[in-house]
């Protein structure tokens, strides 16, 4: 059964930034994980189910409009969870009605922790590295339009791989 993920992607030069300073701090993932907002995590779903499920996130972009992202400074899920992330500073509520959309009918799952959309640039690696991370990258900032969103699938050689990309709806 396929491992599949779906995300908003950031794009470049951005992407390639945060996954290059990701690399450096030791997180050894960062080279098989694109750079993006994840609206579902990762979850087994069976080969018959994914012409459903690529229908179901057709509609949903069908009905969502593109919105502005502004990524702007660091946090972290630390104690509850090792990781330090670029916050969201604009695009927060669009993210959460999003992931809500796509996580209902083939893709209704059940979180582990509350959804908080965010981009992660340290995972599980010791704290030292965490501070550094969450203060290297204090001062991170850019904006983009998200206008799409994709289907990740995940290739245990290559990591994960956007297969579909879902175009949102040009705002009027």
Known sequence: MPTIGVAVAIPEPWATE???YRTSVGDLTA????????LIPPVEVDDSQLDDVEAHLAQVAAQMDVFRIHLR?????RPVSPVVFVTLAEGISKCEM?????RRGPLAVDLHFPYHPHVTIAHHLADA?????????????????ADAFSLYVHDTDA??????????QPTA
């Open 18 to 20: 945060l996954q290059d």
């Open 31 to 38: 080279p098989q994980i694109p750079t993006h907002i994840t």
């Open 73 to 77: 400074g660091t946090g972290t899920f």
């Open 98 to 102: 999003l992931a809500a959309a796509v």
């Open 129 to 145: 590295q965490l501070d550094q991370a969450f203060t290297e990258l204090a001062d991170f900032e850019c904006a983009f339009s």
């Open 159 to 168: 990591g994960w791989q956007a297969t579909r990309e879902f175009a949102l």
